[in-house]
């Protein structure tokens, strides 16, 4: 097959599977009106799948903040970190980072996915060992290939599982970094990491969490889920990412080891890529204090998430483990997730579609993602439209 | 103890009868991916379900010249004789 033919073999596939017509990948979003409202095609939308958790994308200070930047040191850095691209809002978010998590230093990178990519990349390689959960995000997957390091797997949250592939592994468990995430991108649930960090010690392993969706959602300052337990001291990197609850984009990685420092010299996806431009890191710098602050917004974020997690669950939808801004709706087939998904952008609610390969263990799911800026009211409507859809695709 | 081959491939292809329909007739060269059907994800579970039948860790980047049965029942016999 001629490299073009693969490329036909997969328009034909999805073609199989999508309706002619139907926008699913890539919605054109055609204005935005809010945090939580947009326009797509002649319809006002109710956004329901973003990762904008905090609800902090048009928050005044934010807009300020880069405005500013914007003024004052233009549109692009035009260069990398290690070279023309580390102004002073980099490094003054870095060091904001670290003091954010009571840690010895940090790292910002271009975007969350390269923050993954650069620490996995970065810490382990070739004769090494990364053990990772089955359903991590493809960052993870990738920067393990990335790293030429030996990657095996264990079953989605599923300690005893991990440890018993930690076991096999013998004197190498010692040079193995094992990753896991504090809320899980598409079932919403939570790493149980007081269990994680027991076994990693046990075996002298190392431990990245990715706080991806936790940051802002989890713990008393938003810190993420080694807040919420007290564990930060048996977590050895965290990485994350601005695009979520900061309303931005970048990433980060924080950690007590001196030697994260030397990943700025030896880690690709650090050095090959420009650096985040001043006006997004203005605004996760201005987000980042408002996150820190944000305790009545987590309030309302989670009030809104059980409000329709428990609404949902009432309704007779097979939900994810655990309630959370991150709302899974488990479909048994493709069919039915577009069926759903079409139905609710029908009715002016816009949620994310998952199928498979990308939705774990091949099901397919219509993600709701749960923001502080959404009303009682909207998830008490959304609720209704959920109810109203039951009757029509499911019976 | 050494495991032999033929031991392995059985119980290998015992696993993969639970992956596929059961008419379905296995042998060493049936070709995972174009005639068993196991898409990527389906095998990234399969080869969790081999390291805990076997007791081996098999790591995924050893998947990438895996096309046959037989090819998969020789990485894991490999990876045995090797512990
Ligand atoms: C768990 C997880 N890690 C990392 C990322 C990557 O973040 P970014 O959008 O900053 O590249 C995501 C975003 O999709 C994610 O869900």
């Known amino acids: 097959m001629s490299l073009l033919d693969k490329l036909d073999a997969v328009a034909a596939a999805r073609k199989a599977l999508l309706p002619e017509g139907l926008e699913v990948f890539g919605t054109p979003i055609e204005e935005v009106y809010s945090a939580t409202e947009a ?25 300020q903040a880069a405005h500013e930047a914007l003024d004052k040191e233009g549109t692009g850095t035009t260069g990398s970190r290690m070279a023309n691209g580390s102004y002073s809002g980099h490094r003054a978010l870095e060091r904001e980072f670290a003091d954010f998590y009571h840690c010895h230093s940090g790292i910002v990178f271009t975007t969350g996915y390269q923050a993954n990519l650069a620490m996995i990349s970065g810490l382990a390689g070739a004769g090494d060992v990364v053990l990772i959960d089955g359903d991590s995000h493809a960052s993870i997957y990738d920067g393990c290939r990335l790293s030429g390091a030996e990657i095996i797997r264990f079953r989605h949250n599923d300690v005893a599982d991990m440890e018993k592939r930690l076991r096999r592994l013998g004197e190498r468990s010692r040079s193995t970094l094992i990753v896991a995430e504090g809320i899980y991108s598409m079932l919403g649930d939570q790493a149980p990491l007081a269990e994680i960090v027991s076994i990693k010690n046990a075996y002298n392993s190392i431990l990245l969490l990715d706080e991806a969706h936790s940051l802002g959602v989890l713990g008393k300052t938003g810190q993420g889920l080694v807040e919420e337990t007290g564990l930060i001291d048996g977590v050895d990197f965290i990485t994350g990412t601005f695009s979520k609850s900061l309303g931005s984009i970048g990433g980060y990685c924080v950690s007590n080891h001196p030697q994260l420092d030397q990943l700025r010299y030896i880690s690709r996806p650090y050095i090959f890529t420009a650096s985040p431009s001043p006006a997004t890191i203005a605004s996760a ?21 059980r409000q329709l997690y428990a609404r949902l669950k009432a309704l007779g939808y097979q939900l994810g483990p655990q309630p959370g801004p991150v709302i899974a709706n ?23 579609l998952i199928l ?40 | 103890m050494a495991t032999d081959y033929n031991d392995i491939l059985l119980r290998l292809c015992f696993h993969l009868k639970q992956f596929t329909s059961p008419d379905v007739i296995i042998i060493p060269e049936t070709d995972l991916i174009n005639e068993l059907a196991i898409d990527s994800v389906k095998l990234l579970n399969l080869v969790m379900e081999i390291e805990d039948e076997f007791d081996i860790s098999v790591p995924l980047n050893a998947l990438a010249d895996v096309q046959t049965v037989h090819d998969l029942a020789n990485l894991i016999h490999h990876i045995k004789s090797a512990k």
């Open chain 1, 285 to 305: 710098r201005a987000a980042l204090k408002l996150l820190r602050d944000g305790t009545e917004l987590r309030r309302q974020l989670w009030q809104n998430s």
């Open chain 1, 356 to 395: 498979p390969p990308a939705a774990p263990e091949g099901k397919a799911l219509v993600r709701c993602s749960v923001s502080a800026a959404h009303t009682s009211e909207q998830m008490d409507h959304v609720g209704d439209v959920f109810a109203e859809l039951r009757k029509s695709i499911f019976q």
């Open chain 1, 330 to 352: 488990i479909l048994d087939s493709p069919q039915q997730a577009l069926m759903l998904w079409k139905g609710l952008l029908d009715h002016g609610i816009y949620v994310n």
């Open chain 1, 39 to 63: 326009r797509v095609g002649d319809r006002r939308i109710l956004f329901l799948g973003t990762n904008n958790y905090l609800g902090l994308t048009f928050a005044p200070e934010c807009l």
